[in-house]
């Protein structure tokens, strides 16, 4: 084989393809892998802009991949840390029901979570959820101890470490350009030059719906960008909150719902909110790509979910531009907290699939079509489950990509 020839090819040096590189080279060592991410390090787009928690898997339907993967997720990433030394910290989270008419839903969630094999989940009242979270306000709250928080972007550092000691090649700043299927390999253009591999694997997060249409499918759905917006807590303040402070959810919608995160450096943040981005990498508002916004805006999905969602969309732009409004949410759960206790923050941009019926795909969404095998929609959980999702992709493409 010659140095641009490979077995495996993956696009996307986040969690999640570094994740289906590490089982590559756990689990079929003798393989020439060869990881390509657009960006100078590794963990530069969704992977090292998220809130960094190792979520329970309490929000999903038992029995999907996101129940199923999260669950075992979240227990080898405590695994991993903990062998490998990354800060993390199981410190468990308060789910608070701020009015009685959330009291319906947060049994939900229990139950989800007791159907989802979670242990140690307790519905608590106003004065124990006092003695969790002091300056916390509810009247019920669903108290999940598995619930932790790490640092992705090390995380990854780590994955892609362990990858290129057992041989795998991680290429950074090499952007994949185009794709071509000859008769018994793939050839991916890339500005570096082209690589060619028996099979392929799309992780590229948000841009994965164009990965897939340059392979020649169609990935039957668009990859909309939701900005997620977050406020830092003053030191001065930070401790008004232990761990981790969140809302019951609104069912209808994939995104958490702002909610208070003591990350492993012990910063506290509020957020994110979810709102339409204008660019797929838009981490800010002036980010406008004209590509990226005519091609969400000529998909008949973009506007039948508008359509659907509108209102909520238009109150999370309120949030969004205005921090008195982003302040009120916060009081629900923590009444205490006032603007002066809020600095601007980071932001992350979730990669969210939609149908062309407006339908936001919720569970994780893989397919393979020949020697290449698509990775469409995973959105949060999937830092969390990232090591199970590498073992469950990896499965798929030895089925059907005949990886051996
Ligand atoms: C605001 C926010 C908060 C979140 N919070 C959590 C959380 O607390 N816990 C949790 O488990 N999950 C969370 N998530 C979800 C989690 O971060 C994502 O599910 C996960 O990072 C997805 O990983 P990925 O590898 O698919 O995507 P990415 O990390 O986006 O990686 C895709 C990579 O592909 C590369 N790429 C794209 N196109 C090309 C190309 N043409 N050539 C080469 N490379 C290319 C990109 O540069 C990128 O590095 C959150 C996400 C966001 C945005």
């Not at 008769?183 to 694997?201: D, H, K, R, Y």
């Not at 719902?257 to 709102?275: E, L, Q, Y």
């Amino acid at each position: 084989m010659t140095d641009s020839r490979y077995n495996v090819i993956i696009i996307g040096g986040g969690v999640v393809g570094l994740g289906v590189a590490l089982e590559v080279t756990g689990r079929f060592p003798h393989l020439r892998l060869l990881v390509i991410e657009k960006e100078d390090r590794v963990a530069r787009h969704q992977s090292g802009h998220n809130s960094g928690v190792i979520h329970s898997g309490v929000y999903y339907k038992p029995g999907s991949m996101k129940a199923r993967l999260c669950v075992s997720g979240a227990a080898a990433m405590v695994e991993f840390c903990r062998e490998h030394a990354i800060a993390h910290n199981v410190c468990g989270k308060v789910i608070v029901a701020s009015h009685s008419d959330e009291l319906a839903r947060l049994e939900e969630l229990r139950q989800r979570g007791d159907a989802n094999g979670l242990t140690g989940l307790r519905l608590i009242g106003p004065e124990e959820l006092r003695e969790i979270e002091p300056h916390a306000n509810g009247v019920r709250a669903l108290v999940v101890p598995s619930t932790g928080v790490t640092d992705y972007a090390k995380v990854c550092e780590k994955y892609a470490e362990l990858i290129s000691s057992r041989g795998g090649t991680v290429r950074t700043s090499t952007v994949a350009t185009g794709i071509r299927r000859l008769a018994n390999e793939i050839v991916v253009e890339t500005s570096q030059g082209a690589f060619s591999a028996g099979a392929l694997i799309n992780c590229a997060g948000l841009f994965s719906d164009r990965i897939s249409r340059m392979a020649g499918d169609d990935p039957g759905v668009m990859i909309v960008p939701f900005r997620g917006e977050y406020y830092d807590l003053t030191p001065e303040r930070a401790s008004l909150v232990r761990a981790l402070i969140y809302p019951v959810p609104d069912p209808r919608f994939p995104f958490l719902g702002v909610h208070f995160t003591r990350r492993v450096t012990g910063k506290v943040d509020a957020g994110p909110n979810a709102v339409f981005a204008l660019a797929r990498e838009g981490y800010r508002h002036s980010d406008i790509s004209v590509r990226d916004l005519a091609a969400s805006l000529a998909f008949p999905g973009f506007w039948r979910m508008a359509r659907q969602h509108w209102r909520n969309a238009i109150e999370e732009y309120r949030r969004s531009l205005s921090k008195p409004m982003f302040v009120r949410a916060l009081q629900r759960l923590l009444p205490e907290i006032g603007e002066g206790d809020l600095i601007p923050g980071g932001s992350g941009v979730r990669a969210q699939a939609v149908k062309p019926d407006g339908t936001l795909v919720d569970d994780f969404q893989f397919f393979a079509s020949g020697k290449v095998l698509h990775v469409l929609n995973v959105p949060s959980p999937a830092a969390t489950a990232s090591l199970v999702i590498g073992k469950t992709i990896v499965q798929m493409a030895a089925d059907s990509l005949e990886l051996s």
